[in-house]
């Protein structure tokens, strides 16, 4: 089974939609056995609060459904051992868990447009308002590392 883990900078928009995205992917082509899929922030400050509401109806909007109960969470040391991918969506993102993770040995941590063969930034809908720009970044992403 692999593990994946989604980050972002809180864990309220661009990494649970990533998660939850990433989740109908891989049910839709029946491969739920083969892979455990979360989310988390690179920060402390948002942990515990819910999905982001603009973030869940973009969600929706699509067709994509999504776990009411999740909670933003810190990644932590530990998750690097417990994950075969950390996901981040932007360049920040993979500064800030240099600090929390400051080796990878492994090459586990990647940036999500990497995998789409072009090395740039989830758009970030927390500043810009637009969801849709951002989920159909993750949704690129997504579909290129599956």
């Known amino acids: 089974m692999k593990?994946?883990?989604f980050v972002c900078h809180g864990n309220i928009c661009r990494s649970p939609m990533a998660e939850f995205?990433?989740?109908a992917l891989v049910?839709?082509?029946g491969l739920e056995g083969c892979y455990h899929i979360e989310s988390a922030a690179v920060s402390a400050e948002e942990t515990g609060n819910p999905i982001y509401p603009p973030a869940k109806r973009c969600?929706?909007?699509?067709g994509v459904?999504?776990?009411?109960?999740?909670?933003a969470r810190?990644?932590?040391?530990a998750d690097y051992d417990r994950f075969d991918r950390i996901i981040c969506m932007d360049g920040s993102n993979?500064?800030?868990i240099r600090r929390i993770i400051p080796d990878d040995p492994a090459g586990k941590i990647h940036l999500m447009m990497s995998y789409t063969g072009r090395a740039r930034d989830v758009a970030d809908?927390?500043?810009t308002g637009d969801f849709e720009t951002t989920f159909q970044d993750i949704l690129e992403g997504c579909e290129a590392m599956l």
Not at 59 to 62: F, G
């Open 3 to 5: 593990r994946i883990l």
């Open 94 to 96: 993979l500064r800030w």
């Open 59 to 62: 969600l929706t909007q699509h």
């Open 65 to 71: 459904p999504f776990d009411n109960a999740k909670r």
């Open 125 to 127: 809908p927390w500043y």
């Open 27 to 29: 049910r839709a082509r």
């Open 21 to 23: 995205i990433f989740k």
């Open 74 to 77: 810190q990644i932590t040391r």
